[in-house]
């Protein structure tokens, strides 16, 4: 598998609900990112969180970070239809410059 | 601030022809990278320049794409002769401090050739 291999591939909710992402990685890191790709726009910095954090907070967004098992989760809480896009996780690698992104969850949130 | 800036943002062209995609980083920002999403797959990076240099450009697919930053302010990737597996979304990215901060990635340029 790919280094920040996202799961599940798609995922359908209702307005309200939550919605959870998971992201698994294979090399150490220095920082894991999610970004979030609205249909046909570019790709928007969600939130980062480093190698020495266990878990983040972003408005409604919530992230952790299990560096034991290689994990991070993006938890979305109360999501709305303005939340439908694809969801991806992004690592660095051995602290160079490139990102490597997984290959996305696409959220539907219906209204 | 003006956000990272691609052109154009589609671009439909025949296979053989050449097609020049272009960014404007942020102004000030040293760090500009190119990635590429082709249908159903990952998102992959492709270069990162610093100012005008190259400092890591093992994602350039073959010897077709050619990126430049003359003057460290904007840049080109030119595509040059264009094959139908070079369809899919070049983002360009922009950053002050480098990856370990986060990028701000413009909307992306879709190529189709056909």
């Known amino acids: 598998s790919q280094q920040g291999e996202e799961d599940p591939q798609a995922l359908s909710i209702q307005e309200g609900e939550n919605a959870t992402m998971n992201c698994s990685y294979k090399?150490?890191?220095?920082?894991l990112q999610w970004y979030r790709q609205n249909s046909g726009r570019g790709l928007v910095h969600l939130i980062l969180?480093?190698?020495?954090?266990r878990e983040k907070h972003s408005g409604r967004l919530r992230v952790t970070l299990d560096t034991s098992k290689k994990s991070s989760s993006l938890l979305i809480t109360a999501s709305r239809a303005a939340d439908t896009a694809s969801y991806f996780c992004?690592?660095?690698?051995?602290?160079?410059?490139?990102?490597?992104f997984g290959k996305g969850t696409k959220l539907t949130v219906n209204p | 601030e003006a956000g990272v800036t691609q052109f154009p943002s589609h671009s439909v062209i025949e296979k053989g022809q050449t097609v020049t995609l272009r960014c404007d980083p942020i102004s000030g920002h040293d760090n500009l990278y190119w990635y590429r999403r082709v249908m159903g797959k990952e998102i992959k990076f492709l270069l990162h320049f610093v100012k005008e240099s190259k400092q890591d450009e093992s994602g350039m697919p073959n010897n077709r794409f050619l990126a430049e930053r003359t003057g460290g302010t904007y840049s080109t990737l030119k595509v040059q002769p264009a094959e139908l597996e070079d369809s899919g979304v070049y983002f360009c990215a922009s950053s002050l401090q480098g990856a370990r901060n986060g990028y701000t990635f413009g909307s992306g340029t879709r190529l189709t050739v056909v």
């Open positions: 992004a690592t660095d690698v051995g602290g160079s410059e490139k990102l490597v």
């Open positions: 969180i480093r190698s020495n954090e």
């Open positions: 090399t150490s890191i220095n920082n």
